[in-house]
Structures are given as C-alpha cells and as structure tokens.
C-alpha cells in the first residue's frame, strides 16, 4: 500500500514549516505528497466594497493556484512526488476531503493560533483537523 502525507498551504511562513516537515517524512517513507491550499469566497466584503464577489473569489483561487504551484515545483525538485488540491471552501474541510479521497496515513498541520494566553486552544485548523481526521495527524509547533 502507498504511504500518503497530506499537508495544507497557503504560503505563510508556519504553513511552510509544516510543509518542509511533511516533505522530510515523505523523503524517508517514499510516501506521495497531497498538497492542499483552501480558500474563502467572502461576498460581503466584496459587497462592502462594491466588487462583484467573482472577482474577489477568482483572486482568491488564483492566489491559492499560485501558491501550490511554488511550493509543489519546490517539492519536486527535492524528489517527491506531488499532487496539488486548490479547494474552495474551509481549508480544514479540505484537508480532511482530501484524506478521505486519497486514504492517507497522515495529515501534517500547523499549530497556528496555539501561543500567549490561547496556549491551551489549537487554531481553527488544526482543532477541526485533530478532530474530524480519517488517519493520524500530526501537529508542527510553528510559533
């Protein structure tokens, strides 16, 4: 059976950390890379601001795309084989959609939003993820 590593993006510097993490594993267990980056439509900003909210998601999933492509030519380059997820929606959502899909062994995510007198809570993600996940999950300290 393949050994599968599910990892999420969205290009901030503690969403590479897990990446470079999930990357390292995958080099010692052959395991393929789901690369996934979520994005938010939010019409009512694009509505506060007088855009049509098309444009603001169409940004949006470009950014994301553009995103994935850097990072996954990056892992690449390193050896990995890597597939790209670009999913509208809820990032943590995304994450678990595509270990179902895939059967992966492992999600790798970020602990953002675990510092100062939050210590005790995950971030949205990582707290959606630890708790709807199909396989193991592994949590990289990023502050």
């Known amino acids: 059976m ?7 993006t969205d290009g901030s510097p ?15 267990t052959g395991a393929r890379v789901e690369l996934v980056s979520g994005y938010r439509e939010d019409s009512s900003m694009a509505l506060g601001a007088g855009m049509y909210p098309g444009n603001l998601t169409e940004e949006a ?17 390193d050896g990995l084989e890597v ?11 995304a994450l678990i959609g595509i270990a179902e899909t895939t059967g992966a062994n492992l999600i790798v995510v970020g602990s953002k939003g675990m510092h100062g007198g939050r210590r005790f809570l ?16 592994m949590i990289i300290r990023t502050t």
């Open 83 to 93: 597939e790209t997820h670009c999913m509208k929606g809820d990032p943590a959502d």
């Open 122 to 137: 995950l971030g949205n993600v990582p707290n959606k993820v630890s708790h709807h996940a199909p396989c193991s999950v």
């Open 61 to 77: 999933r470009s950014a994301a795309d553009g995103c994935l492509e850097s990072t996954a030519m990056r892992l690449r380059a």
């Open 14 to 28: 503690t969403a590479e950390l897990a990446v470079n993490r999930a990357a390292a594993l995958a080099k010692l």
């Open 2 to 8: 393949e050994e599968v590593i599910v990892v999420g």
